[in-house]
Nanobody, 124 residues
Framework: QLRLVESGGGLVQPGGSLRLSCTASGGSLDEYAVAWFRQAPGQEREWVGCIASHGRYSTYAASEEGRFTASSDNTNNIQYLQMNNLKPEDTAVYYC?????????????????WGQGTQVTVSS
């Protein structure tokens, strides 16, 4: 059973940066696609981006393209989401998610394993 734990959230000013971590136990993250989702208060959870297994490719939602970058630390079984030029509308709880198998998808139902989330607040 894969277990995921997010960390790295916090309060940051607009234009600032944060790096979120998704640490796994019970399996190797490199074998899986790892997606990031976020959920703002009162809104549905939305897909942010994904890195395919073995880092073959990464893909992002249009509003995050060029600002967010996913990467892997296979030695420590961690996936990262580097977030730059943060905006107030990026405020949300961020989740990492892993499917039982397969490539990246934008659909929540595709993903089997979820972390508990980490809060990101962008405010001056």
């Amino acid at each position: 059973q894969l277990r995921l734990v997010e960390s790295g959230g916090g309060l940051v000013q607009p234009g600032g940066s944060l790096r979120l971590s998704c640490t796994a136990s019970g399996g190797s993250l490199d074998e899986y696609a790892v997606a990031w989702f976020r959920q703002a208060p009162g809104q549905e959870r939305e897909w942010v981006g994904c890195i395919a297994s073995h880092g073959r490719y990464s893909t992002y939602a249009a509003s995050e393209e060029g600002r967010f970058t996913a990467s892997s630390d296979n030695t420590n079984n961690i996936q990262y989401l580097q977030m730059n030029n943060l905006k107030p509308e990026d405020t949300a709880v961020y989740y990492c998610a892993v499917p039982r198998a397969g490539a990246c998808s934008q659909y929540e139902s595709f993903y089997e394993y979820w972390g508990q989330g980490t809060q990101v607040t962008v405010s001056s």
